[in-house]
């Protein structure tokens, strides 16, 4: 998609989103604007070949562009996007990918006929292996929705849901999931270690073992279940293992209480 973007913050996400852009060809460096206050950041962006600015105001006047994408922290939205409100009186499309923050908000900030789309996505979007969950506003045009989804995909996949209440548990699965993953990966790593192992064969035994798992659920086109039935022989070790993690229901409810939390401190944010 050639078009000229506002990034509006490179931090963490904003960067990753942005090479993965680059990387894909959806974007020129040439087409995108960054707008980030930290400097170590602008530069880090501008090292890519984008233009950047450090607030709205500096952005000359006159300036066209088709989309202005928010990556920004929630608690800063009243503050920073108010100054781009003048962007849309010319038809440009507003996506955001700040947890919690409603389509309603941001209306009021930007104006009521603002073609606004909600973006969940989560790190691995950095090397496109992502997962964008969007939702749009009645004003967005299918062919303006069309071009965003066509670059969201550059890092990753894209699913649409219809009713935006369904964002905070997005948020909670997919947004936050990556951590839960990280933090799996990082305590079969010191189990392996407890059990004997030196601590970098265990890191890379856990690493490549998620790794493989994840990719044979993704390409075998087989129920996780029935995955791990098949790997489960009776009274074996994957058996003796599995008692521990699915008796009592003890990692189901666990990760159901850790979503939990997620969704409702997204609610939280969104207040």
Known sequence: MAARIILVGCGNMGYAMLKGWLAAGRLDAGDVVVVEPNADLRARAGELGTVTFETADAI????????????????????????????????????????????????????????????????PAAIGKGMMVIFANRNLAEDAKAAIVELLSASGRVAEIEDEALMDAVTAVSGSGPAYVF?????????????????????????????????????????????????????????????????EGRLGTLLADAVEAARARSVELGR
């Open 60 to 123: 000359p006047s006159g300036f066209e562009t088709d989309l202005v994408l928010f990556a920004i922290k929630p608690q800063v939205m009243n503050d920073v996007v108010p100054a781009y409100s003048r962007f849309a009186v010319r038809g440009t499309s507003f996506v955001s990918i700040a947890a919690g923050t409603t389509v309603a908000l941001l209306e009021k900030l930007l104006g009521a006929n603002a073609a606004i789309l909600r973006c969940m996505p989560n790190t």
């Open 183 to 247: 933090h799996f990966i990082e305590c079969l790593r010191d189990a392996g270690v407890r059990a004997g192992l030196p601590a970098d064969t265990a890191g890379l035994l856990a690493m490549q073992t998620v790794l493989g798992a994840a990719s044979l659920a993704a390409e075998s086109g087989e129920e996780p279940g029935r995955l791990r039935e098949q790997v489960t022989s009776p009274n074996g070790t994957t058996a003796a293992a599995l008692e521990v993690l699915m008796g």
